[in-house]
């Protein structure tokens, strides 16, 4: 059985920085690519960031390129969102899911975490 467990998330003022951790259990991160989505209220949940499984190869949103970067760490079946320079526009619920590579940048993964909540105070 596939899931996908978040943490990390809080509350952090603007400017700072968060961590945010996937751990992937049920499945081998190996073969899947894995990514980051957020949802905020009232707004369509939109792609951050996704890494595939064969060459790392990466994408980013517009919005967070230069200031997010994902990273997997295989042996421990976890993937990581480092948050920087965390901006009054980017609280929401992060929600790390997983898929083929093709099936996360076109936002339709199939497997997903429940999310974990990032609030930023400016």
């Known amino acids: 059985q596939v899931q996908l467990v978040e943490s990390g998330g809080g509350s952090v003022q603007a400017g700072g920085s968060l961590r945010l951790s996937c751990a992937a259990s049920g499945f081998t991160l190996d073969y899947y690519a894995i990514g980051w989505f957020r949802q905020a209220p009232g707004k369509e949940r939109e792609g951050v960031s996704c890494?595939?499984?064969?060459?790392?190869?990466?994408y980013y949103a517009d919005s967070v390129k230069g200031r997010f970067t994902i990273s997997r760490d295989n042996a421990k079946n976890t993937v990581y969102l480092q948050m920087n320079s965390l901006k009054p526009e980017d609280p929401a619920v992060y929600y790390c899911?997983?898929?083929?590579?093709?099936?996360?940048?076109?936002?339709?993964?199939?497997?997903w975490g429940k999310g974990t909540l990032v609030t930023v105070s400016s």
């Open positions: 890494i595939s499984s064969s060459d790392g190869s990466t």
């Open positions: 899911a997983t898929d083929y590579f093709e099936s996360l940048v076109a936002g339709a993964p199939n497997y």
